[in-house]
């Protein structure tokens, strides 16, 4: 066996070989529409999907807002009072805070002196 790659053509025919061989899986995974780009593609596809799928949601909500608001005058009246504030005459107007329970406010004196170099009293 070691007799075959002896002759210099023989040496050459191999080495060609194993470059087409090397030329050829190069190709298949890193190539253009290889291996790699195919499933970098594929993952890139799969990430625009589920975009498009919050997209449609959030589109088909706000057409259903824009039916409302063309259509009915409870979405109007909703909004002028959300948004604006607006209250009817003989009416009380009431905001419930959404701020945790565990929220503890800081209070600061306005008469206290403060020393802005090293920000104590």
């Known amino acids: 066996m070691l007799d075959v790659f ?6 050459l025919i191999l080495l060609l070989a194993v470059v087409l061989i090397a030329s050829l899986q190069y190709r298949f995974w ?6 790699v780009p195919h ?5 890139q596809i799969q990430q625009q999907a589920e975009i498009n799928t919050e997209l449609k949601e959030r589109n088909r ?3 259903a807002e824009v039916f409302d608001l063309k259509n009915g005058s409870e979405a109007i009246e909703e909004h002028a009072r959300l948004d604006l504030g607006l209250i009817k005459p003989n009416e009380t107007f009431v905001q ?3 701020i945790s329970t ?7 004196d306005p008469n206290a002196k403060v ?3 090293t920000n104590e009293n």
Do not use: F
Not at 30 to 35: I, M, N, P, R, S
Not at 39 to 43: E, G, K
């Open 30 to 35: 890193l190539g253009e529409g290889g291996y």
């Open 39 to 43: 499933q970098a593609l594929t993952q």
């Open 115 to 117: 020393d802005t170099a």
């Open 61 to 63: 909500i706000l057409a």
């Open 102 to 108: 565990q929220y503890k406010p800081i209070y600061i």
């Open 6 to 11: 002896q002759s210099t053509s023989s040496k």
């Open 96 to 98: 419930m805070s959404t």
